[in-house]
């Protein structure tokens, strides 16, 4: 048997590998390791802190950044207990050592009245008390009417803190609270002035003809109660009488928020033509002038009811409609629904004032020593007076009615001169003060002015009226 020896075999060389080498393992063992894994990585998810003790750093807030509530910052970015240290540093919610102060607006409701509204927000009434006491601006507050509104800051501890009360469109009263007491101030815008003309000839009555002009009833008004010492709007009206006035018109921001003053007027009534101009002197007195410098108001209004009817004269030898006999009617009646207000002439004291055999409720007026007036078959008495009270011209102290001997509502008006009657619709009217002399070249710069206005707007609506 012959043998071949290995020496010389060709047999391949592998090189030696000193590092680290896996063990071949087999593939069920794979599996079973990255299940383990797989299996720790989940348990790590539901405990992200390490096993070990941890101390967190205090939050730090920049002394000049806004203090920041644990809800402010998302919980996933801070972690509970972050967001328990922010709520530590935010500043504790109003109200927490102090009342939160409320406002409150307010809609003046029918009924409603100031102690009212008070009650219902929780302020003590003795603040009502105290704040009316102060008068002056306040006392705008007595008059609230429904639609106005009021804006009021309140506190638990305190009661009113602050009030807005807008007196009209222009003035708003201000109160704020000062301590125990309250700081009262009223501030007032500047509207816009433009002038404004209008004119009208009376076909059936001044209120229908003013209507057609555009004028307002409450400018209406206005004009008759500057010529009321001189017309007599309840009988001298005619058709045909003319008038024309020159106004201002109020605008703010563009809008127009109601009329201004009459500046200048003119009435024409049976032919005869009446003017008036609105002056203020160097003193700060406001009132109108005929173009010579008289005053148009009278110590008398010419009539006690507005706009009324004339449904008996003056007459000596009138028959009484319910005595039946001639009765001397020593004054005159107006016509006048049951409730209509009843003005003093004049300024005077009430020296009568109760039930006068057939006159009914009746009030007679003492003006100065010279004069009387006498009102009759009221419904009632304006409340507030009484005998020894003080009247101005023009202030309501009755309302029309029919007490006494009377066939339906109307006011019996009567007027004595050193106590002999006297026809109230023909008696001579003594007049008010005239324009100070020392003021009457100022005064006819500016009339002269006014009056060519009038003139021209006059000139123009009635010759187109005439076409």
């Not at 009632?380 to 023009?394: A, C, D, M, N, P």
């Not at 009377?406 to 003594?430: C, M, Q, S, W």
């Amino acid at each position: 048997m012959n043998y071949q020896s290995i020496i010389n075999r060709d047999i391949k060389s592998h090189p030696v590998e000193t590092g680290f080498r896996l063990p071949s393992l087999h593939p069920a063992y794979l599996l079973l390791i990255l299940s383990a894994v797989i299996l720790a990585v989940i348990l790590w998810g539901f405990n992200p802190e390490p096993a070990v003790a941890t101390r967190h750093q205090p939050l730090e807030v920049p002394a000049e950044a806004p203090a920041l509530a644990a809800a402010d910052v998302p919980v996933a970015i801070l972690g509970s207990d972050q967001a328990d240290q922010l709520n530590m540093l935010a500043p504790p919610a109003a109200g927490a050592d102090k009342a939160a102060d409320n406002w409150h607006t307010v809609t003046v409701k029918s009924g409603d009245s100031l102690a009212g509204i008070f009650s219902r927000l929780g302020i003590p009434p003795k603040q009502l008390h105290n704040l009316l006491q102060q008068g002056g601006a306040t006392n705008n507050l007595k008059r609230i009417y429904p639609g106005q509104t009021l804006r009021l800051m309140t506190s638990d501890s305190e009661g009113l803190v602050k009030l807005s009360y807008p007196i009209d469109q222009l003035s708003t009263l201000e109160i704020n609270r000062n301590g125990n007491s309250f700081d009262i101030s009223t501030t007032h815008l500047t509207p816009e002035f433009r002038e404004v003309s209008a004119s009208g000839i009376i076909d059936s009555s001044l209120f229908v003809a003013a209507q057609k002009a555009g004028l307002s009833d409450n400018l209406t008004m206005e004009l008759a109660g500057i010529f009321a010492w001189d017309v007599d709007f309840a009988l001298d009206i005619r058709k045909g009488d003319q008038f024309t006035v020159l106004y201002e018109e109020q605008y703010l921001d563009g809008e127009n928020i109601g009329h201004g003053n009459i500046l200048a007027a003119e009435f024409v009534n049976h032919g005869k033509r009446y003017r008036a101009i609105r002056y203020t002197d160097a003193g700060g007195k406001t009132g109108y002038y005929s173009l010579d410098g008289k005053s148009m108001r009278k110590t008398f209004l010419r009539s006690p009811v507005e706009f009324s009817r004339i449904s008996s004269r003056f007459s000596l030898g009138r028959k009484h409609p319910i005595l039946n006999r001639i009765r001397a009617h020593k004054g005159v009646d107006y016509a006048a629904s049951r409730g209509t207000p009843i003005k003093a002439t004049g300024n005077g004291k009430i020296v009568h004032r109760g039930k006068k055999g057939g006159y009914g409720n009746t009030i007679v007026i003492q003006h100065g020593s010279k004069y009387s007036t006498l009102y009759a078959h009221m419904s009632k008495y304006r409340g507030g007076l009484k005998t020894g009270s003080r009247v101005k011209q023009g202030q309501t102290i009755g309302y029309v009615g029919s007490s006494g001997l009377a066939t339906g509502p109307h006011l019996h008006y009567e007027f004595r001169i050193n106590g002999a009657h006297r026809d109230p619709l023909k008696v001579k009217l003594p007049g008010a003060d005239p324009l100070n002399k020392k003021y009457m070249e100022d005064f006819n710069k500016k009339a002269e002015g006014l009056m060519a206005q009038l003139e021209r707007v006059r000139d123009i609506r009635f010759a187109s009226n005439t076409r």
